[in-house]
């Protein structure tokens, strides 16, 4: 059964920075692109970033709105995917799902169930 | 970059169908997706590639995507339907997913 579970969240003040984690199992995590996406309480989903597999060069990709503040990264070793984030604002807040993607880019198939990150002082 | 639009709410009777639409730039040239989110829960896919189901989805949920419009269609609603829908597609042009604002389905 394939399974993707977030951890990491936490409330945090504006400027300090937090790593969540994706642990995954019953599939080869390699063979797969990884994403994130957030959504912001009573909002819709915005997507984040996205890792591909090491096979595709494990290129990265970042939504605007975090570039240069948030690291995706991952361990195929363990099995994991993060998502550092530095430089954190009140407007961060959200709860973060990752998902795999199906192939490149196409569509996320199977989905965490989320962790709350809230940015307030 | 790519914009998709759907309508805030669909109200529909149980029993009836409803019909979700997801407005595109030529959308109908790209691969679109839909998922669900109920209250509380993470999204799950419901239609890939337009028109796939993933296995477990009823057959009464079904999709299109021609020209500026995309939509999924749901038969028969239950309520257990109401729920948030999203359509997606990937921007070839930016190398990234893009999501519409989401439509609220609710069941009468």
């Known amino acids: 059964e394939v399974q993707l579970v977030e951890s990491g969240g936490d409330l945090v003040q504006p400027g300090r920075s937090l790593r969540l984690s994706c642990s995954v199992s019953g599939f080869t995590f390699d063979d797969y692109p990884l994403t994130w996406v957030r959504q912001a309480p009573g909002k819709g989903l915005e997507w984040v970033s996205f890792?591909?597999?090491?096979?595709?060069?494990?290129?990265?990709e970042y939504a605007a709105s975090v570039k240069g503040r948030f690291i995706i990264s991952r361990d195929d070793s363990k099995n994991i995917a993060y998502l550092q984030m530095n430089s954190l604002k009140p407007e961060d807040t959200a709860i973060y799902y990752c998902?795999?993607?199906?192939?490149?880019?196409?569509?996320?198939?199977?989905w965490g169930r989320g962790t709350l990150v809230t940015v307030s002082s | 970059s790519y914009v998709l639009t759907q309508p805030p709410s669909v109200s529909v009777a149980p029993g009836k169908t409803a019909r979700i639409t997801c407005g595109g730039d030529?959308?109908?040239?790209?691969?679109l997706h839909w998922y669900q989110q109920r209250p509380g829960q993470a999204p799950v896919l419901v239609i890939y590639f337009d028109t796939d189901r993933p296995s477990g989805i009823p057959e009464r949920f079904s999709g299109s995507n021609s020209g500026n419009t995309a939509s999924l269609t749901i038969t028969g609603v239950e309520a257990g339907d109401e729920a948030d829908y999203y359509c997606?597609?990937?921007?070839?042009?930016?190398?990234?997913?893009?999501f519409g604002g989401g439509t609220k389905l609710v069941v009468l």
């Open positions: 890792i591909r597999s090491n096979t595709y060069g494990g290129k990265t």
């Open positions: 998902a795999r993607q199906y192939s490149s880019s196409s569509f996320l198939d199977y």
């Open positions: 997606q597609v990937w921007d070839l042009t930016n190398d990234f997913p893009v």
């Open positions: 030529n959308v109908g040239s790209k691969r």
